[in-house]
């Protein structure tokens, strides 16, 4: 399974980006897509995931950012809405899957895309 991400770029303060990743790659099944994110200097934290239709977020983002998966394309998104200085970031999409017939689950890394917000 690879992982390509697009979407990042540079946004005011209270502005809005999109983030996509799409899941390549045969005969597997997807057990959950997310997305994290890496600021200079900090850990690499996670920002939301998706499982079964369900969507969790970390509370910096709650409100302001929406995950969504479309199963049949296996892609992820991250809908970022109200931007923050503080959102600026490395974000990299995360996908957990396993291969048909198989229960051992395995993860896989998004290169990661470069979200920048000013003030």
């Known amino acids: 399974v690879q992982l390509q991400a697009s979407g990042g770029g540079l946004v005011q303060a209270g502005g809005s980006l999109k983030l996509s990743c799409a899941a390549s790659?045969?005969?597997?099944?997807?057990?959950?897509m997310g997305w994290y994110r890496q600021a200079p200097g900090k850990e690499r934290e996670s920002v939301a995931t998706?499982?079964?239709?369900?969507?969790t977020y970390a509370d910096s983002v709650q409100g302001r950012f929406t995950i969504s998966v479309d199963s049949a394309k296996k892609m992820v998104y991250l809908h970022m809405n109200s931007l923050k200085p503080e959102d600026t970031a490395v974000y990299y999409c995360?996908?957990?899957?396993?291969?048909?017939?198989?229960?051992?689950?395995?993860?896989?890394w998004g290169q990661g895309t470069q979200v920048t917000v000013s003030s």
């Open positions: 790659g045969g005969g597997f099944i997807i057990e959950d």
């Open positions: 998706s499982r079964e239709g369900f969507g």
């Open positions: 995360h996908v957990r899957w396993r291969y048909y017939g198989r229960t051992f689950v395995r993860a896989t």
